[in-house]
């Protein structure tokens, strides 16, 4: 084995392990980033005097705990007195041998104590400093944040249009606002609720702009600015071509102006008499205006034709030398425009310059309507009157947002956040006066902890949100001071982060904050910048194209105010590598997806024989472009492990849940009706559903689905029920029996609303319709697991809609469930992954593939106000704020632009750089080979005939690299694999899947065995009448050994009732919780059984235990785990079994086939060894007391299965003790 060489960077690397230094580090992909962290962090609790002196910072939990497992794993390395070989281990073994010396002399006990290394994400280090002060950081009690808060956003937007519902009330500025927008209440709401989620970017502007009649000016100031720094750079940008571009101008203009005919409406023409570049300010802007209109054209491209329109005529009537001076003029603009075309930053320049606004605030909107003024006068509103009314609006809003906090008790992440910076500074902290002041005076711990600290480590710099950075400078304030005073070991600052990767802007992410700490500061602490190079992941070859066509993809030059990034190149660290380390397919034609999964299967394929045992990645922008690739894959016998790709509502069995559920809760939706219809526990076929939707417009009593099913199966002469029932009558047998099962199981979940769950009443319908047998048979492994989830979260929601008091919708069901993924099926030694790019980051793999790259993903819906922050050059900031219009106008490229169209258009521009930083993260995944893929189309044919492939759209990610793989696609054509493609071209639709006919005929015996097991269903745990037997009819379930008492019997009645539910629901989490919670409902049972009140508590206690031992206790839990496969509870049964006894009916509590076919049958006993009774005497008293019975059941059994008595099992369960007997054979 070769010796390993020192990284390129080395040095660099030793610099960043000076603890007396604060510093910024940039490190790309691959550059060994966490264990140069680890290495600081080691080397830092060398020198403090605790280790909570060091305060590391990650922004997921995972990370953190990644990097505590990477602290005490070097603590374990530096145990071992032999020092390791290679040099980064060696760098890392000395750290640790010191830090454990360090721990030996000051008895920290890190390795039995880990709980004392700050490891944390910024959340929890904002709950726990907020937590520490509730008085102070104005939450007054225990934090609860709530990852998802859209629920508490929603209650106060409510709350604040609720005014707007009560005439003549409301406050003038909301109402104002509802007006503009056409009183859409829907609209505004959801605009407002969106407002919420990001209001630390807002808040203190708002509460400017409402309270200073400045702040306008403000504004545009900041606005004519901006402008002037994008005309100033275009200014720059031209200043090489002025001599000619101006001689070129002014012949262009004055032609024009000369020739009326000539581009009547062309800006051009403000161009006459021109000297010199127009200057950076917007009063120059229709100069500008016509410069742009010479350059570039209506789509903002750089002109390649070039005609009189522009001011260039060549027609005879002009005279010879006025032509020959236009076709000089016209070849020299036609150098330039070329030029620009090919200097992207120019380009870029310009373009810029076309989206500037051209009225700024003075703008003026349009009403609402003709009729109505939004500000009840003839004029229309200007934009700065609707900026003032939504900043009104939208603290009103925050006030009732801080009412929903407190009424409920919990907040969001961002509140939580807010409350630790009016801990850490107090001038933020806004309404708490005298008790602050009081806090200082006291010398409060909330002030110490700036002083607690030392050191603080910041990994993944480049995605803090400007909140995150304001509570770090926060905790730092006065590290600068007490640097300078000389007061001890110098305070630091690391951060480390890789601004080619920030890709979370979604998150608020600002990669604008790790460009200017690049420059040199962090607040006032001074910054030394190191940057690393060396790349230990990617092969050389890889590497040369990362630094190649993809750093081309990059800016030129750095943008800090838009977020643009200039490439940084590495070095390789491994040599060697693949000739062709980059493939690009482009798949064309009217099957392209198809032709795009099938290529992948072939290159994953291929990737797998020829590398065995390597690992293979499939990155996507978004899951919805894995749609076609993973059944592909799989359909070739490729196992993938995927992570948060698969919805859990794509689950065939969680969708049609949500549609029971929808039914159940919106009764009146006919279309959830008309698709119960169709679900697979019913099944119609489209005849049928035709016929129903003739009945119904036909019939005068019947007009809808939960009608016909109530009237059809009613025991009612009504002439109403009777039509109902002709027409069921009239319908083919198998119809009849679908709608008939619909019908019976139904009622189970309606009849006691208000006395269970909803979950209950969902889950019991499902059941009762064959929702297990579904389960059973369905093709996806976890689809038992999506139920589970599926009405767990069901119950999630109707807990939540009971604290807040609300009727559970099912629109908020439906968005919680969307938001849930299907539990990853993790397949033991498959290679082949696939994920977002999101989710990969930080991981590594032999092989990347990323397919759909000429893809673009959905923009986000237009805000109520766009909100920019901009640096500008001189170092200086400023907020611009702008309303949106009523009506989103379509303006030309090259046309006036308002000042929302303007930010918006700045969004645009850093969505399309963190696009390419995005495809950045995604490619420098690969140790060895990238693979990229894409849905193309072809050009139209040039004058030639020859074809070229079309350009990808605007911000995917091949419109990044297009100009680089244009010539380097292998195009996919159909002809690769007609056979498979004209095979899914004429696959069949796909068929109607339903319960056979077998299965609901089965279902319907179940179900009409007595009345007790309906009952039971419909309310499992609420009160009802009890049951009686028919009296003609022998019952092998009396015993010779009944109870002594009223009350035993009622306890063993009502526990086996209990228990049939909990055997028909199958293995499912219990916990004491539930039996207690559900201790009422059963003692009301036992009061309809009998039971006198002075025997009542023994009672209920009993029961209690008996249901402890079956849904908590090992044994109990072996019999729920069965009877959820393929058992029977409480299966009643009517057979011969000789001559001499007749007819009997027997009832058996639970049958089930175990994995080896054995069928078992179990009764279950409630009853005990007597006080003093060994255990073992007491089961062979039961044995003996029991076995007669079973062998009937057995024999039953054995009848209509037709199967020997040897492959029988029978057994008793005794719940109270938590014991399964078998029976001896027979």
Excluded at 1062 to 1084: K, N, T, Y
């Amino acid at each position: 084995m070769s010796e390993m060489r020192p990284a390129v960077d080395a040095g660099a690397r030793s610099r960043a392990l000076d603890t007396s230094i604060s510093c910024v580090v940039t490190a790309p992909a691959g550059s060994g980033k966490t264990e140069l962290l680890t290495q600081r962090l080691l080397a830092l609790l060398a020198v403090v005097d605790e280790p909570e002196e060091v305060l590391a910072i990650t922004f997921t939990r995972k990370a953190a705990g990644e990097m505590r497992a990477r602290v005490l794993g070097a603590l374990a390395l530096g145990e071992q007195e032999e020092a390791p070989g290679e040099p980064y281990r060696l760098q890392t073994w000395q750290l640790a041998r010191a830090v454990l010396q360090r721990d030996e002399a000051l008895g920290w006990a890190l390795q039995s104590t880990p709980a004392r290394l700050r490891l944390q994400t910024i959340d929890s280090l904002c709950q726990r400093i907020a937590g520490e002060q509730p008085v102070l950081s104005l939450l007054g009690g225990a934090l609860r944040p709530q990852s998802n808060a859209e629920w508490l956003y929603q209650h106060a937007v409510d709350a604040l249009l609720a005014g707007l519902e009560r005439r003549h009330q409301g406050d003038q500025h909301l109402r104002l606002l509802a007006d503009f927008y056409h009183g859409d209440l829907r609209k505004l709401a959801a605009m407002l609720v969106a407002m919420l989620r990001i209001r630390e970017q807002w808040l203190s502007s708002m509460v400017h702009l409402s309270a200073d009649a400045a702040a306008i000016d403000e504004l545009q100031a900041c606005l004519s600015k901006w402008c002037a720094e994008i005309l100033q750079q275009a200014r720059d940008r031209l200043q090489s071509y002025a001599p000619e571009l101006l001689e070129v101008a002014e012949f262009a203009a004055t032609t024009l102006k000369a020739n009326p005919a000539l581009g009547p409406n062309s800006l051009i023409r403000e161009l006459q008499g021109i000297e010199a570049l127009p200057e950076p300010t917007l009063a120059a802007l229709p100069a500008w205006r016509g410069l742009l209109e010479l350059l570039l054209t209506g789509s903002l491209k750089p002109r390649a034709k070039i005609s009189k329109a522009q001011g260039f005529p060549v027609d005879r009537e002009y005279g010879a030398a006025a032509i020959a001076m236009s076709k000089r003029h016209k070849q020299n603009l036609k150098r330039i425009c070329e030029a620009i075309g090919k200097e992207r930053a120019t380009l870029a320049a310009l373009q810029a310059v076309a989206g500037l606004p051209e009225h700024g605030f003075t703008e003026n909107y349009a009403p609402a309507s003709a009729s109505t003024s939004v500000n009840n006068n003839s004029e229309q509103p200007a934009a700065t009157e609707l900026l003032v009314a939504i900043s009104h609006c939208l603290l009103q809003l925050v006030a009732q947002l801080q009412l929903v906090f407190a009424e409920q008790g919990c907040c969001d992440h961002t509140e939580v956040t807010l409350a630790a910076l009016r801990v850490l500074d107090v001038s933020a902290a806004q309404g708490a006066g005298e008790t602050m002041q009081l806090m200082q005076q006291q010398g409060s711990g909330a002030y110490a902890w700036h002083r607690r600290l030392r050191h603080i480590l910041v990994d993944e710099y480049q995605d803090t949100s400007l909140l995150q950075y304001r509570l770090l400078c926060a905790l730092t304030c006065d590290w600068a001071q007490i640097n300078a005073n000389g007061e001890g070991r110098p305070r630091t600052v690391f951060l480390v982060g890789d601004a080619m990767q920030s890709i979370y802007a979604f998150r608020e992410a600002r990669v604008q904050l790790f460009l200017s700490a690049k420059r040199g500061c962090f607040g006032d602490i001074p910054l030394q910048r190191i940057d690393l190079l060396q790349n230990f992941r990617s092969s050389a070859s890889l590497v040369d194209w990362f630094n190649g066509p993809l750093g081309a993809a990059f800016p030129a030059h750095e943008d800090t105010a838009r977020g643009g990034v200039t490439f940084s190149p590495a070095v390789a660290y491994a040599s060697g590598g693949s000739d062709k380390p980059m493939r690009f397919y482009a798949c064309v034609g009217e099957h392209a997806a198809q032709l795009e999964a099938q290529k992948i299967v072939q290159l994953v394929t291929a990737s797998l024989e020829s590398r065995p045992g390597s690992s293979i990645a499939i990155l996507v922008k978004k899951r919805g472009d894995l749609r076609a690739i993973l059944p592909a894959l799989r359909a070739a016998g490729i196992e993938v492990q995927n992570s948060d790709i698969d919805l859990l509502v794509q689950r065939e069995q969680v969708a049609d849940c949500l549609l029971l559920a929808r039914a159940f809760m919106a009764s009146h939706d006919d279309v959830a009706w008309w698709a119960l219809l169709r679900a697979p526990w019913c099944g119609l076929g489209v005849a049928v559903l035709q016929q129903l939707r003739r009945h119904f417009s036909s019939c005068k009593h019947c007009g809808a689905v939960p009608v016909l099913l109530e009237r059809g199966v009613a025991e009612s002469t009504e002439a109403d029920s009777n039509a109902c029932k002709q027409f069921l009558q009239s319908l083919p047998v198998d119809a009849r029996e679908r709608l008939q099962h619909l019908s019976r199981a139904l009622p189970l979940a309606g009849a006691s609303r208000g006395h269970i769950s909803l979950r209950e009443r969902v889950e019991n319908c499902w059941i009762a319709l064959g929702g297990r047998s579904l389960v059973a048979r369905a093709t996806q492994p976890d689809a038992a697991v999506s139920i589970d989830t599926f009405f767990d979260e069901l119950e999630a929601y109707e807990s939540e809609c009971r604290q807040r008091e609300e009727q559970p919708g099912f629109a908020g069901l439906q968005k919680r469930v969307q938001a849930l993924f299907a539990e990853q099926q993790s397949t033991p030694g498959a290679g082949v992954h696939a994920m977002t790019i999101f989710k990969s980051k930080g991981l590594e793999f032999d092989t990347v593939i990323l397919p759909a790259m000429s893809g673009t993903g959905r923009g986000d819906p237009p805000p109520l106000i766009q909100i920019a922050e901009r640096v500008f050059a001189d170092g200086s900031s400023g907020v611009l704020l702008y309303p949106r219009s009523a009506e989103t106008g379509t303006a030309s490229k090259a046309g006036p632009k308002s000042v929302y169209q303007f930010l918006n258009s700045e969004k645009s521009l850093q969505s399309s750089f963190e696009t390419t930083r995005l495809l950045y993260v995604a490619a420098t995944r690969a140790r060895h080979e990238l693979l990229l893929t894409a849905c193309m189309e072809f050009a139209k044919p040039d004058a030639s005939g020859a074809v070229e492939l079309a350009a990808p759209a605007k911000g995917s990610l091949l419109a990044c690299l297009w100009p680089a793989l244009q010539s380097q696609a292998v195009v996919v054509e159909q002809a690769m694999s007609n056979t498979s493609l004209a095979q899914a071209e004429t696959r069949s639709p796909r068929s109607l899947k339903r319960l056979a006919l077998v299965d609901i005929r089965e279902l319907a015996q179940r179900e009409t065995s007595t009345e007790r097991a309906r009952s039971f269903n419909t309310a499992p745990f609420a009160a009802r009448a009890p049951t009686q037997k028919p009296a003609n009819l022998q019952s092998s379930t009396q015993t010779t050994n009944l109870p002594a008492s009223s009350a035993e019997l009622a306890v063993g009645s009502c526990a086996h009732e209990l228990l049939q539910l909990a055997f028909q629901r199958g293995e499912r989490r219990w916990c004491a919780r539930d039996i207690d919670a559900l201790a009422g409902s059963w003692q009301l049972r036992l009061a309809q059984l009998g039971v006198p009140p002075a025997q009542m508590p023994h009672a209920l206690h009993r029961l209690q235990r008996a249901m402890q031992g079956a849904l908590l206790g090992s044994e109990g839990l072996k019999l729920l785990e069965c009877a959820g496969r393929n058992g029977r509870a409480e299966w009643e049964l009517l057979a011969c079994v000789d001559d001499s006894h007749g007819w009997q009916r027997s009832r058996i509590d639970l049958a089930f086939i175990d994995e080896d076919g054995q069928r078992w049958i179990v009764d279950y006993k409630i009853s005990e060894p007597e006080p003093g009774e060994a255990i073992q005497a007491f089961l062979e008293r039961e044995q003996q007391c029991h076995a007669e019975q079973l062998a009937q059941y057995a024999a039953t059994i054995a009848i209509l299965e037709n199967r020997s008595l040897q492959s029988i099992t029978t057994a008793l369960y005794f719940p109270l003790i938590d014991r399964i007997l078998p029976m001896p054979g027979r």
